[in-house]
């Protein structure tokens, strides 16, 4: 099988990055998330705080910051659903757009909640790619059992990341077949628009069904083999004392964080 590049995000390394413990970082890009979420709307001193951190790992673990840009940048369109706060949030107005009989008013207090969300979703992302970019993804999922996650979590996720590529393969060779079967001389697909929807929609449900097939012969098979729910790994030892006072550091810096930023709104 000839797995996709783009699903798999991990660059190897020996950097320090690379060879902190995966529960070190897990714990650390939870607690920056909580943090992130935590902060203020219009807190800019306390998220350029935030993003110091960041480029700092992507500067350590020797990753490519145009790539690691690109990638944090998926948050983006997502953000765009809290764009009408900008029109329906009150506060002091600093457009007014004329819409026929109606009149639509930007507010400030509306562009900074946006803006917030924004740089909170950016900010939260580009933290997840730095640690998926650091850690392989076995050690991710070993990390969540020993921090006791819920194991049919870890299952899922487990499950998700091995047939997302499966997947992924089939739905390549459906795009092939289909290729196949509606070329013309010029070299281009034919078909309408509405042609080409309706053959989309069937791969679609082609691929759904062949999945849903294919979930029920690997659950009967895992059922056969006296699968319980866990996941088995290597049993990773107790966090040493660096690891320890890394972890607390870095809590340290985000609670302080968090209290400058409240500070600061207070004054």
Request: charged letters at 15%.
């Amino acid at each position: 099988m000839t797995h996709i590049p783009v699903l798999d995000r991990y660059r190897e390394g020996n950097s320090l990055i690379h060879r902190l413990d995966p529960r070190v970082k897990l714990i650390l890009t939870l607690a920056f998330i909580v943090a992130v979420t935590a902060l203020p709307p219009g807190a800019w001193s306390s998220y350029l705080l935030c993003l110091l951190p960041v480029l700092v790992a992507v500067g350590l673990a020797g990753l490519n910051p145009v790539l690691v840009l690109r990638r944090s940048l998926v948050a983006i369109p997502f953000t765009l659903a809290a764009l009408t706060l900008v029109f329906t949030k009150e506060g002091t107005a600093v457009a007014t757009i004329e819409l026929a009989r109606w009149s639509v008013s930007a507010t400030y207090e509306g562009i900074v909640a946006f803006v917030t969300i924004l740089v909170k979703a950016w900010l939260s992302v580009l933290t997840a790619t730095v640690l998926v970019s650091t850690t392989p993804f076995s050690d991710l999922v070993a990390a969540l059992r020993t921090l006791r996650i819920p194991k049919v979590i870890v299952s899922v996720v487990s499950f998700m990341y091995r047939y997302v590529f499966v997947i992924g393969e089939e739905a390549l060779r459906l795009h092939r077949a289909r290729e196949a079967r509606s070329a013309n001389p010029t070299g281009s697909a034919g078909g309408s628009l509405l042609w080409r929807s309706r053959v989309l929609g069937g791969m679609i449900g082609s691929l759904f069904l062949r999945s849903y097939e294919r979930s029920e012969r690997i659950y009967a098979a895992m059922l056969s083999r006296g699968f319980d729910g866990n996941i088995r790994a290597m049993r990773m030892g107790a966090l040493g004392l660096s690891d320890s006072l890394i972890i607390a550091a870095s809590l340290a810096y985000l609670l302080a964080m968090l209290l400058l930023s409240h500070v600061q709104r207070a004054g």
